[in-house]
Every structure is written in structure tokens, then in C-alpha cells.
């Protein structure tokens, strides 16, 4: 008699051992992504939000989704970058519930826990909260694996609710990055033309509705704006996807990027150990794994049975080999005949969806050798995982905080759109044992900035004589603006003398950048005089 199925309390430990992934979110500050405040600014103007002092993408950009799920929290806290934080973290939590409940049809609880820990700790998705700060990325982590449940559970018995959600998470992950949705999209379309999976069995108008987003990738490939960099310059050589290197710099041209790409050393080396497990299992030894103590088809109830598993395990394989390939620069001619490059801004963004085979082929070693279930070996590589990335939880942070609004957004000459940001402005005031006024500017990039500009600093009287003034490159030429990192954090000073029988105050200061051989200033979003005015207490 087959004894009744016990509640899974395995996702409990699945949501704690996030904990490590989301505890960088409660140190305080901010950390310096390179996205810089950008992602706090929106959460803080919705109404604005995703195109906050930058040009609109609506195919490439990010969608107004993620930060309208931020904003009951800015509305209890009152700070962009609390609602911020507390958005990646709810997106942590789901992506490593979402991951467990996919695999677990298919692996097991042990082998769903260790694929949900290599989703959520693999190294791309660290650095795309950590390092990118891309917000809407994040939730599209979290989308993923609901999505594929919810496919998985169209063969099951309450496949409208399987439906209902599937269509739901998909809709919002096109509301969250319409572009990177849209290749989610069309995977989904090969897959289910593959004769390795076994959702090509579907009725007539659930391929009507994929025909439909066929449709949909033809309209956003063909109405996509003009790209911001050149996509074919960006491809990804194969050494990068091994490189230990972690790197916090902007994505260039070449194999010199300042980005890492590593798919994960844990994650790599479990898909690969399963991968050779399973070509050299005997089909005696699949069918004693597959009815052995904890087992999926031991536990009953939708889980997948050895035949359909073994498919779905080959047709991850393909998955991967896939998307591998297509980062590389050999793949370039595929992007360009299908299209799919008017989708993304860089062909690396694809790695975002290589979380989804290499959690379920590492998982799958749990079922493929049940020796690996057993608790000390089970709780050692679920460790490992941990471990691996756990150098990779170290983001660089900042004190900084422009609350609601910077002082200032500057989009530099010819620039397309505003590039960098003036969060802060602290004056001390004169002394009796000092005459001199010193100004401390914060400035963030979020930009590449194109041009080395020069920070003026003027002193104002009420009739807006010039009192004071201090014209030179940022940090007294130690930090020139075309070096700044996006994200990064600039803290540049300037030192004002002030003449004997200066005018009574108050006083101003008026604040800029210009390029010093032709005198051009740098554009101030929303003032015409190119100016960040700034009162002096």
C-alpha cells in the first residue's frame, strides 16, 4: 500500500539558505552598481519610472513593472533605495522559490533545493543585483521558473490554473523587459518544436497562442529604437565564462571587458559530473534510481517519470550548448538573420536565461546517482554551491544618498541622454581662522561619459555678481570625468577664497561642467542656464 504523501517543508530551507544572497541588502547604504541611484529614482517617481532622467527603450529598457512593485515600500519607508532593496530581495526570495517548485517534479525535493541554489547563487545573477544593478533583470530571474512550472503543470490535472499563472508571469515579465521576454519567448517556441520535450504534445490553440508571440517578436524586432552601443562588438569569448576574474567595470568592446561572465565553477562542474553520470547510467540502474527511497516517483503526485525526465535532462543539455553558443561571436551571423539582436542591448544579456539549465542539470545529479541525495554527501554540495559565490557577495557601497532627487542631472554635449548624476553638495563656510569657503560635490555616472569636462564652481552674491570662483577638472585633475566608472562614486572638493570687503550674503553657488577647449557647458536637465544652483547656509 503506498503510504500518503508527506507535506514538503523543504522550501523553508530553501528560503533560508537565500538568506546569504539577500543579507548584503541590509547593510546600510547603497551599493555602487552601475546603474547607480538610477534604480532608487524610479522607485521614488513611478509616474516617471523607468525612463527617469534617461531616453525611453521600451524594447530594450526596463518596463514599469519591477518599480511599481517597489513602490508600497517607498510609500512605508519614504527612501527609493529602501523600496529598492527591499524589491531585489522579495525577487531573491521568489526566484529560489520558484526554481525549487519547477525542479521539484522533476528531481525531488533534495534535487529541487540544490537546483534552487545554484539559480540563486550562480554568479550572473549575483552580479546582475550587485555589480549591473539591473532591477528589472532581477524579477525576470524570479518569472522565470513560475513560468516553466506553470508549463510543466499544463499536462496535470488543474492545467487552467497552471494556465492562468503561466500566462500571468509571462505577461509581466514582458511588463518587466520586453526585449529579453521576447527571446525568453522564442525558446519556449523551439522547445516546444524539439522532439527531446515532451510539451510539443499541445492542443491547437495553445500553439494559435505562441504563433501569436511569434508575432510579437517580429513587431518589437522591427519597431525597436536605435541601439546605444553596437551589439556585435560585445560578444562574449569563451575563456570569459571560466575566468574566477569578478569585475565591477562598464561592458567594452573586445575580450578587455570589465564585466565577468563566469557561468560558476558549482554550477559548471555538477552539470558536467550529471551530464556523465547519466550518458553512462544503463537503463537497470535508471529504473533502481528511479523507484529508490526519496525519489520523485516516491513521492507521488505530479512529478515526472524517468522517461519524460530523461528527455527533459537531454533537451537542458541542448538548452545550454544554446545558449553558450550564442554569446560567443561565432553565433553573430544567427543574431543578425533572425533578428533577435534589435532585442537586447548586448548579446551577453542572454546568460540571464542559462540560471534555467544549469539548475536543473545540476540538480539533476541529486536523481541521476542517489548516493548524492544521502545527507552528508546531499548537505556538502548544497554547501559548496553556497560557498563558491559566496567572494561574490561583496558589493561596493556608498553612504550616499541624493533622497527623492539629485541636485542635478547632466547630460554632456551631444550626449543623447543625461550620463551623469550630481547627488550632493556639503559647504563649509568660512571661519575666522579660514576665509576660505570649501564645497564637497558627489557626482555618479551612470554613463560611460563621453568628453573631459571641467567643473566650475562659482560664488554668487544676491545680484548675481560672481564673488567667488573655482574652475578645474574633477578631484584637481586626479579624476577626469572620461575615467569615471558607471556607478562608481566621485567625491571631488573645491576650496573658494574669499576677497576682504566681499558683499553681505546670502550667497549662492552656481555649479556646472564644460569642455574647457570650446567652453561648451554640459546640459542641467530642466535648467536652461546650465546651472545646479545651490544656497549657502
Known sequence: MKAAPRF??????????????VAPLTYPGFFETQGGFLTALNAAHPAEAPNWSRAADPVRGEGKLPYLLAWPFFQLSGSGVTAVKWGYGLAFLLA??????????????????????VYTYLPWHLSAVYVRGAYAEAWLWALWPVILWAMDGLAGRRRWVSALVGLLALSAAFWIQ????????????????SPLTSLRRISL??????LALAAIIIYLGTHSPQPRVDF?????????LLSAAWGFGASVPDWADGLSFQLGLAAVGLSVMAVILKAAQRPAEAAADATAPGSPEEIGGTERGTASWGRAFWAWVVALAAIVLLVLPLAAPVWRVTGLDELLTYPWQLLALAGLPLAFLAGSAIRVDRRLGELPAWAGVTALVILASYPYLA????????GAEPLGVVQPVGAAAPQILLLDAQVTPPTEITPTLTVTLTWQATEPVTGDYTVFVHLLAPDGSKVAQHDTRPCDGACPTDTW???????DRHTLDLEAGAPPGPYRLAIGLYLLD?????AIVGRDDETVSVDVP
Open 8 to 21: 514538503d517543508l523543504t522550501w523553508i530551507l530553501v528560503l533560508l539558505l537565500a538568506v546569504p544572497a
Open 96 to 117: 529560489a522559490a520558484g526554481a525549487y517548485f519547477w525542479t521539484r517534479r522533476w528531481l525531488g525535493p533534495k534535487g529541487g533545493l540544490l537546483a534552487a541554489a
Open 178 to 193: 520586453a526585449g529579453l521576454a521576447t527571446v525568453f519567448a522564442a525558446g519556449i517556441l523551439v522547445a516546444l518544436a
Open 205 to 210: 490553440w495553445r500553439w494559435i497562442a505562441l
Open 232 to 240: 556585435a562588438s560585445h560578444f562574449v569569448y569563451p575563456f570569459q
Open 395 to 402: 558589493p561596493r557601497f556608498t553612504r550616499a544618498d541624493p
Open 485 to 491: 566608472q558607471p556607478g562608481a562614486i566621485v567625491t
Open 518 to 522: 570650446s567652453g561648451e557647458r554640459a
